[in-house]
């Protein structure tokens, strides 16, 4: 009754001593655990925010870069004073015609290089331009296409290639256009024909069979097709407009990218060795830090359990079978003091078995007693015959439960 007494004062004094203790681990960890999900509900949708922020900024970036292009071509093409009358053109091509800046500035230039092979030039030659871009629109309203398809077929047929323009209803062919090149006086026969009048020859009859669709984008500016077409012309306007504000910020940072650049090819192979190294090290640190913090979190879910009064009672059980045999031989003889006739046969047993232990090399037999039921008499006797079992089997000895 003793060893119980003591058994229950241990298990209260553990349970007192830890349990303030046990409620500022609870609580700290529950705001821990808390806070850890906050900042992880936040850091998704912010890092979901800055991605997409950075990736419009790019691509505004990227759009007004190539219109900056775009327009240097057509100032090339067209000379300084007919491109500023191509780039007022282009401003007001989204609400006109359904295309962005980019697509009328686009258009012109693809339409100049034609017309220049007509033998266009200068004033003359924006205006060639500027009609080519209006039919198309009118071209993509009335064949229900959009307004870089009719772009694309208006280039080909100019080019001779007469596929594309005829599901817009307009039908070419070398005799056609040479016909409407003697027509208009562009040459006198068939032979003085050359491949600039030949352009300019598809030009006109182009125009001529399209006096139908002419028009057609204004006739149908209400309707949903082209009211879709021009929101979608003014959206790309806006991200273009919000990359030129952007663009003169990243044409500054350039500099010091390419500088980082040239560094980092300029360096030794060594050295980039060395920083591989380093980073794997450091890697290295980052695994290692992270199975330490596993193995705090296993000692804490230790722990936890060993505040519960299961635990404490396991805890002391574990303390009983790390105890030698002479310890509990010991405990047996004072356990026995008064027992009976039966129990001296154990005492004679354990006398045996401690002799048989200093012939072996002292070796010493651990018990788990967890989950015993029973009196002090009967775990003595239960671990005896269980270290005599853990002798025969070589494994931990388990005493079982008793009633």
């Known amino acids: 009754m003793a060893a119980s007494q003591t058994i229950r004062t241990l298990k209260l004094s553990l349970l007192a001593d830890t349990s303030g203790f046990n409620k500022n681990i609870k609580s700290a960890q529950s705001d821990f655990d808390k806070f850890s999900k906050n900042v992880s509900k936040l850091a998704v949708p912010a890092a979901a925010a800055f ?50 800046r980019q697509e009328a500035l686009g258009a012109a230039q693809q ?27 009118d071209l993509a309203a009335f064949g229900n296409t959009n307004p870089q398809d009719a772009i694309e077929a208006l280039g080909s047929a100019l080019r001779g290639e007469f596929n594309p323009i005829e599901r817009y209803g307009v039908v070419l062919n070398a005799a056609a256009v040479q016909q409407v090149a003697l027509a208009e006086g562009l040459a006198e026969t068939a032979q003085e024909i050359t491949a600039a009048d ?15 669709q002419q028009g057609q984008f204004a006739r149908e500016s209400e309707s949903l097709a082209s009211q879709t077409a021009i929101a979608k012309a003014q959206l790309e ?11 003169p910020v990243f044409v500054e940072f350039l500099p010091l990218l390419r500088g980082a650049v040239d560094a980092f090819v300029a ?28 193995g705090f979190a296993a000692l804490q879910g230790a722990y936890a359990a060993l505040a519960t009064p299961l635990g404490a009672v396991g805890a002391i059980a574990l303390g009983v079978s790390a ?12 356990q026995a003091r008064n027992a009976n006739r039966a129990l001296q046969r154990e005492r004679d047993r354990i006398a045996f078995l401690q002799q048989r232990n200093q012939a072996l090399g002292n070796t010493i037999v651990n018990v788990d007693v967890a989950g015993f039921v029973g009196n002090e008499r009967e775990l003595a006797r239960a671990v005896l015959r269980a270290q005599e079992e853990a002798r025969r089997s070589g494994g931990i000895a388990t005493p079982g439960t008793f009633r």
């Open 323 to 334: 105890s030698t045999e002479e310890g509990a031989l010991t405990r047996s003889e004072l």
């Open 198 to 212: 030949q352009v300019y020859a598809r030009f006109l009859a182009i125009v001529e069979q399209t006096q139908v």
């Open 237 to 247: 306007n806006f991200r273009v407009e919000v990359g030129e504000q952007l663009l």
């Open 111 to 137: 339409f100049g290089i034609l017309g220049r092979t007509a033998g266009l030039e200068g004033e003359e030659l924006a205006d060639f331009a500027i009609q080519l871009s209006v039919l198309a629109s």
């Open 267 to 294: 360096l030794d192979p060594e050295q980039v060795i060395a920083f591989a190294q380093g980073l794997g090290i450091l890697t290295g640190a980052i695994v290692a830090l992270n199975v330490a913090l596993k």
């Open 51 to 100: 991605t997409g922020l950075a990736t419009a900024a790019f691509s505004a970036i990227e759009a007004a870069s190539d219109l900056q292009q775009t327009f240097g071509a057509v100032e090339q093409i067209f000379g300084e004073r007919a491109a500023r009358r191509l780039e007022e053109f282009a401003l007001g091509a989204a609400d006109a015609l359904g295309q962005s």
